[in-house]
């Protein structure tokens, strides 16, 4: 029975920013617990690569390229699916600027690329979503947002300007964890929960590589200190992916290492 908590078997899975550093792994932590998943991003050409890998490890996927902040094409490509059990806000535009290079259209960009393209998937979804409330019991919407929706960068950590989280992300982030209070709020009456994961540093290897004093200052910087393997965010979203989380709904959980909660 506690296996079964964790099953997806029969179920429909969309995870934007499928092909990035983290998406592939929740990708593939669905498609493990037995969902189909429907892999979008931007660029056809990586996230067809993606495809072809999970194809021939037998898993069952397609692709879906478009930019979700494209209401039109979102709207229509949710018109056309009758049910989806499990929605994954994961995708973000974000170019990396220091403060004094940043413009509003970098703030424009990346809260319209998390907050209002997830409300828009979201809103397109529902028809999709009520039906497999219907035949299952519950859909489920899980939002990925960040540490720094929650605090602030500490700039003693980051050596290098380049290396500090920017002004637009978190700000953006922090008002994905309010949307994401405001649809559990809407929908938890019609078995639609909806939740969040606040992700610490889950730094590329490459980042480790090429800088491991900067590497090192963020691990000390977590309670286990250590990075976190991207890996080990696929069970904190099988948790609310899944029926193992069935009373729980506008929750922000962190998987930081222990970060904010010092």
């Known amino acids: 029975m506690t296996a079964d908590l964790f099953r997806l078997d029969g179920s429909t899975a969309f995870v934007s920013g499928a092909a990035g550093h983290l998406g592939r792994v929740m990708a593939l932590a669905l498609a493990g617990a037995g969902a189909h998943v429907v892999l979008n991003g931007r660029d056809p050409e990586p996230l067809a690569a993606f495809a072809e890998e999970l194809r021939r490890a037998g898993i069952s996927c397609e692709c879906a390229a478009f930019d979700v902040t494209d209401t039109a094409r979102?709207?229509?490509f949710f018109a056309r699916r009758e049910r989806i059990d499990v929605l994954v806000?994961?995708?973000v535009t974000m170019a990396p600027k220091p403060f004094a290079a940043l413009t509003p259209e970098d703030f424009t960009t990346t809260y319209a690329s998390s907050v209002s393209a997830a409300f828009e998937v979201v809103r397109a979804a529902l028809p999709g979503l009520r039906r497999a409330a219907t035949i299952a019991g519950e859909a489920r919407i899980v939002n990925i947002a960040?540490?720094?929706?929650?605090?602030s960068p500490d700039k003693r950590i980051y050596a290098k300007p380049e290396q500090a989280s920017p002004f637009h992300y978190g700000p953006a982030k922090a008002?994905?964890?309010q949307l994401t209070r405001h649809l559990a709020a809407e929908f938890g009456r019609e078995n639609?929960?909806?939740n969040a994961l606040v992700p610490g540093p889950f730094p590329k290897r490459q980042i480790m590589t090429d800088d491991p004093s900067f590497a090192g200052r963020l691990?000390?910087?977590t309670m286990l200190g250590r990075l976190g393997a991207a890996d080990e965010i696929a069970g904190p979203l099988l948790f609310l992916a899944t029926k193992a989380s069935s009373y729980v709904t506008g929750a922000c959980i962190a998987?930081?290492?222990?970060?904010?909660a010092w």
């Open 74 to 76: 979102v709207r229509d």
């Open 89 to 91: 806000n994961n995708a």
């Open 146 to 151: 960040s540490m720094y929706a929650l605090i």
């Open 175 to 177: 008002a994905l964890l």
């Open 192 to 194: 639609i929960r909806v």
């Open 219 to 221: 691990a000390d910087r």
């Open 255 to 260: 998987v930081d290492g222990g970060w904010t």
